[in-house]
């Protein structure tokens, strides 16, 4: 090593999903640059992961990053959860639904530190054999309003277990958040275990039940919120790179 050069061997890289999105007349990956930016301020770096991967390509490709975010997007098919399209379902993609459940198994399997935001949480949840409400306005009575903030407002409140991963990480038991999604986790999956809620019940945080696998999961969208000063969501990407460090 130079001298002062950075040693390499202390970087740490967070494998973040990406979307297939359709854009003139071609499939294209892409991912919202507020992950990236939230993952560089906490002092790790993302490297981006394609919707590609089967169990085997999962498994070897965690074995070389540190940590799995999984990002935001599109709604899982409900075939994955058991049901059928009852309701208008928003950019589905069975290619993206499979490689993502790969790697969440294999990061279980492999006790990689995971991070589920927005999507991210609904798909853990269909991995692990739970299910969704398909639509909240629909299929959830006195639901408030989930899917009318901007990414930067913060639209309602959520309640988290005091001894939960999440009001570690947030160092709160009670914020509000952002809420970009219409659907949420109904019955829950094997493994995990609610740790917030909004005021009518709706899910916004949940976590992993076996202490050798960190799995953080929320609803919203966390990294949309950290340029704001102080914001306690910068403490979920601090939580993450602090539990790659411990390990
Ligand atoms: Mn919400």
Same mark, same amino acid.
């Given at each position: 090593?130079?001298?002062? /050069?950075?040693?390499?061997?202390? /970087?740490?890289? %967070?494998? %973040?999903?990406?979307?297939? *999105?359709?854009?003139? !007349?071609?499939? *294209? ?6 992950? $990236? ?8 770096? #993302? ?17 070389? %990053? ?21 309701? &208008? ?7 993206? !639904? &499979?490689? @993502?459940?790969? $790697? ?10 995971? $991070? ?18 398909? !639509?909240?306005?629909?299929? =959830?009575?006195? /639901?408030?309003?989930?899917? &009318? ?12 277990? #005091?001894?939960? $991963?999440? /009001? ?44 050798? =696998? =960190?799995?953080?999961?929320?609803? =919203? ?5 950290? @340029? &704001? ?17 411990? @390990?």
């Amino acid at each position: 090593m130079k001298n002062g /050069a950075p040693d390499s061997r202390a /970087a740490r890289f %967070v494998a %973040v999903t990406t979307s297939i *999105r359709r854009e003139n !007349d071609t499939n *294209r990956v892409g991912l919202s640059t507020s992950y $990236l930016q939230a993952v560089k301020n906490a002092g790790l770096i #993302p490297v981006l992961l394609p919707p590609v991967y089967d169990s085997f390509t999962a498994k070897a490709t965690l074995a070389r %990053v540190d940590a799995l975010l999984l990002s935001g997007g599109g709604d899982v098919d409900p075939s994955y959860y058991g049901d059928t399209e009852r309701h &208008e379902v928003r950019g589905l993609s069975r290619a993206r !639904d &499979e490689s @993502e459940i790969a $790697l969440i198994k294999a990061a279980r399997e492999m006790c990689i530190p995971t $991070l589920a935001i927005c999507r991210g949480i609904q798909i853990v949840n269909v991995a692990f054999g739970g299910t969704l409400v398909q !639509d909240i306005r629909s299929d =959830w009575p006195g /639901a408030l309003a989930h899917d &009318e903030s901007t990414r930067t407002t913060r639209l309602h409140s959520v309640t988290l277990e #005091p001894d939960s $991963l999440a /009001a570690r990480a947030l160092q709160t038991t009670e914020l509000k958040v952002n809420s970009l999604h219409h659907q949420a986790i109904d019955k829950l999956g094997e493994g995990l275990r609610v740790t917030g809620r909004a005021p009518d019940g709706i899910v916004e945080a949940a976590e992993s039940t076996d202490p050798a =696998w =960190w799995a953080l999961c929320v609803q =919203w969208h966390p990294e949309d919120l950290v @340029e &704001e000063p102080l914001s306690p969501d910068r403490g979920i990407f601090a939580a993450l790179a602090d539990q790659i460090k411990a @390990e």
